[in-house]
């Protein structure tokens, strides 16, 4: 499962791919605009949740030291405990700001996985299925936006910001399903910015035109597809002119606001994962690296929480505030948690798929919920009595409005399930 370039692939699209068609008078421009704007199959399906914000903790947060301490045992390890905004619910110290909002929240203590290694696991709780080598199936992001159709979206609906090492991905629906990847929110985004005034890109596509008609007359055989070539590029000059661009861009926004979830890279692709949502995007990605602790544990995830803690409550709020909250499903995950007890010599914790904490939040979720427990004295849970990453995946499309027992037809003529669990029903009563 490889890193690719990433419905909709950036493959370096910008004002100056689409105008390196003149110039060049060949068409090697068209694939990346087609993959980034390809039209889901599927009309948008009644639902109470309209999009889903993934905040993705790459390499395996610790449950001890976030949402499941056993706070006076020897699997704490010395982490302590504080109170939250649900009776008799503890976090670990560090996370102070999301436990005064925890009665948003929806905690997950017994989640299970089969996959214990990073690039296995990873793609299990995004795609919902362990690796298969006959197929690859796609992230849950890329089946949103092949079910769920948005035809005032005129920018890229499946986000990753600050993409990790295994970004989501399209699998058999192809790699225009791939998320759009993009960096720090209140950096220059090279791939969107404009380069040329209005008057001269006018006058470039007045020359383009006569290129695509040479091209759609002597290349393309049928009426489909000379159909197809021109709505692709149509598509693309609207995108490039959108309005919904701005939600990218942090920079013109007040200070307070750029920082409503921290100051930090991680804070403000939360941010404009917020403002992306509000225009439409159905899934967007915001990753934070850094939590495979096989050595240090305890320092790392401290030094990890001052950037991850006020950036969930922050968005919980900024989500509120902008009435955006109900339509929204928050989760927050990386791809197992951590062995309950510390690696001798090295401070360390393990990977742990065995019973650790995803927690969720919006779109209708219960609030202020905690499903399942971890045992104090750090045994695993069996997959049979946990909460399977498989199961999350069916209560979010169910949340979404998506029948999550129905097959698709891969591009081999293969039926294909868009998920294996079955929805978690006390989250959806």
Same mark, same amino acid.
């Given at each position: ?19 390196? @068609? ?54 704490? @390890? ?8 649900? &009776? ?43 690796? *298969? ?5 796609? /992230? ?8 769920? /159709? ?47 005034? *209005?008057? #001269?890109? *006018?006058?470039?596509? *007045? ?27 149509? #598509? ?10 701005? /939600? ?71 989500? &509120? ?11 927050? @995950? ?64 169910? #949340? ?30």
């Amino acid at each position: 499962m490889s890193d690719h370039q990433a419905c909709g692939s950036n493959a370096h699209f910008n004002r100056r791919t689409l105008l390196k @068609a003149i110039g060049a008078g060949g068409i090697s421009w068209l694939t990346p605009i087609a993959e980034l704007l390809a039209t889901p199959t599927e009309a948008v399906r009644p639902g109470r949740a309209q999009s889903l914000i993934l905040l993705w903790l790459q390499g395996g947060p610790s449950q001890l030291e976030t949402f499941d301490p056993h706070a006076d045992t020897k699997i704490a @390890a010395g982490t302590k405990s504080i109170k939250t905004a649900i &009776k008799d619910v503890w976090f670990a110290e560090g996370m102070e700001q999301t436990a005064d909002i925890a009665d948003s929240l929806t905690i997950i203590r017994n989640a299970v996985s089969r996959e214990g290694d990073h690039e296995r696991a990873v793609y299990n709780i995004k795609t919902g299925f362990r690796p *298969d080598p006959s197929l690859r199936h796609p /992230a849950i992001g890329s089946v949103l936006c092949h079910q769920l /159709a948005n035809s005032n979206v005129e920018i890229p609906r499946h986000i990753s910001i600050l993409p990790s090492q295994w970004s989501a991905r399209g699998g058999y629906l192809g790699n225009e399903f791939d998320a759009f990847r993009t960096g720090d929110p209140l950096q220059r985004q090279g791939d969107l910015d404009k380069r040329v005034s *209005d008057e #001269r890109f *006018d006058r470039r596509l *007045d020359s383009l035109s006569v290129v695509d008609t040479a091209f759609a007359n002597g290349r393309l055989g049928s009426l489909a597809e000379k159909t197809s070539h021109r709505t692709t590029i149509d #598509r693309a000059v609207r995108m490039m002119s959108s309005e919904q661009l701005q /939600a990218f861009d942090l920079k013109s926004l007040p200070k307070a606001e750029q920082d409503a979830c921290g100051d930090t890279e991680f804070g403000r692709g939360c941010v404009a994962a917020a403002r992306l949502v509000e225009v439409g995007v159905r899934c967007v990605e915001v990753t934070l690296s850094g939590w495979d602790t096989h050595a240090n544990n305890h320092d790392f995830h401290t030094a990890k929480k001052k950037t991850l803690d006020p950036a969930i409550a922050g968005l919980i709020r900024y989500l &509120k505030a902008r009435s955006l909250f109900e339509e929204t499903i928050v989760v927050v @995950a990386g791809e197992f948690g951590r062995t309950p007890l510390v690696t001798p010599g090295t401070g360390g914790r393990e990977h742990w798929p065995h019973g650790f904490s995803v927690v969720m939040a919006g779109g209708g979720l219960p609030a202020g919920h905690v499903l399942g427990e971890t045992d104090p004295d750090g045994s695993p849970i069996k997959f049979s009595e946990g909460t399977p990453v498989e199961d999350i995946h069916a209560t979010i499309l169910h #949340r979404m409005g998506i029948d999550y027992q129905r097959e698709l037809e891969t591009p081999v003529g293969r039926p294909a399930k868009i998920c294996e669990g079955t929805a978690i029903s006390e989250l959806i009563s």
